[in-house]
């Protein structure tokens, strides 16, 4: 069976490498040999730490919030539902979480584009379901390297990503 | 189960209408109207400190565990998944708490009675998804109310039940 | 597996390319007997040279992309996501592709048709979530049967729909 | 709102960080500074040979698969279902893939400690659905680091797991 797939120049494979599910860098340096990708992802610690950060931020705005950390992966890492937030806020602050960290933009940037007459309408059909309203933010490293995301829900869209924004500020 | 909600002392009843979807005393002094039930519902701080508690007994045991935490109606409270700790895990553990808490008792005692030729032979097919083995249990008051579920996953399931445990210690 | 599919002689495979999935031609000459029709299908050594040449285009466009290959009966043959494409359009090419395979022609096309007021409104709430933007394109062979399609995701829906077009056009 | 989760103390954490979701060493030198994970990941030049070693090894035992690999994640990185394989082994490739990514192990350990009256009995209902008979397998560097699974189905689960870990192979 021939390999057709292998005939991708490897510059410009490796040239793909440098973004993306963390920081790409080849491990070995012998030009023979097929790459590992090397990443990073959230610590518990770093998601603690934007759960307390969003949490200060929601309680200083008089908001009761349901907070999810994902890491790279879009794996869910940590969550807090804060004492008489809405429990459909459940699953649209991880809907939220996820959708950023599959887009690698905050929720509400994808909600402009799928409007109706939109390039992405109805995009939320796909993953099981997205949400791409406010209240989804990427959690960077101080270097850019996004290493999962933030999603929050339980009051105005725009209060849902002030208090995201803010937990994402706790990772620097 | 009986309904050990109603052996809640009226004064720690009282203290608790204030926070949520909760225990059960007739509100109402008229015989004649419907009566409100008077229910109890785990806080966010409770969940903090079981979670807390069961990543300490994580550590001391040399585990990397996925810890879940549901309130009184079985929707998810709070979660951490330590690092390193199975992706498959965070599934299961939410699992764990939610069976532990539609049921009211530990997860493994459910699983005695799952077995092919049991009374409740394959009750996993419910629910969206039941895990019958051990790492789950509910989360009592010192009255012996319950106000939610924990569910451990990521060792063997004695480790998840020991480490379920401790976290549910942490609930006077 | 004996390849009957191979058999049907091109014209007879003409004269059904109007009618979709794939061709029908009764095989027997008996009127009586109840025909079995002759169909085509994508062969693995095809996908692999669509996915080749998309990921080709790709590269030359610097975009990352997730590329899926569904066969006749619009199940998946093959699948590649490149080295920090989105993960989110894992499940999004796939949907495209199938798409595009469910009605025949690119995704894009019924998009057009399923904006609020239009005749499809909302049809991606159909086969467990349609993608109707750019992007899903059939694979067809070059007598016109329809023997597949591509769904591809990362980048603009220009870039994806110019991604599956160029693999498509690796089918001969 | 006091900060529980953060007693664990800082020495415990790190204890931890040492396994899991690819190698994990904390980013920054600063103990008071909270640590970034770095991990590891497959590259998709790395996921095209193990999955034309796969393809090798099915054509010598003359069998036809499904094949599928998972990233760090467990998420799809690429797929190959081979001409006359069987449809329903799509699924059950992939859900080998993630199984195995899932648990850092072989699906068929996991088999074994599933049936009635084991440990993780039913612990299929998971998930979305787990596989746990062989065919899946973690895809490790040299130096023992799970950057991915492969999963394999449409033969005996014997053959499906040789050609699982032909595949496996393929990462040096």
Do not use: C
């Amino acid at each position: 069976m021939r390999r057709t797939l292998l005939v991708v120049p490897a510059a410009a494979a490796l040239a793909v490498v440098t973004m993306g599910l963390a920081s790409a860098q080849p491990v070995s340096t012998n030009p023979a040999a097929t790459p590992t990708l090397r990443t990073m992802d959230i610590s518990l610690a770093q998601a603690d730490a934007v759960i307390a950060a969003a949490r200060a931020k929601a309680a200083e705005l008089n908001t009761k919030m349901d907070i999810a950390v994902v890491d790279a992966g879009a794996n869910l890492k940590a969550f807090s539902r804060m004492d008489g937030a809405w429990l459909g806020s459940i699953d649209i602050s991880m809907k939220k979480a996820r959708t950023a960290r599959f887009f690698d933009m905050a929720t509400g940037e994808i909600g402009k584009l799928s409007q109706p007459g939109g390039p992405l309408y109805n995009i939320e059909h796909s993953n099981g379901g997205l949400i791409t309203f406010p209240g989804g933010v990427p959690l960077k490293t101080a270097d850019g390297t996004i290493i999962g995301a933030i999603g929050v829900s339980g009051s105005t869209v725009e209060n849902d990503h002030t208090v995201a924004a803010a937990g994402a500020a706790a990772i620097k």
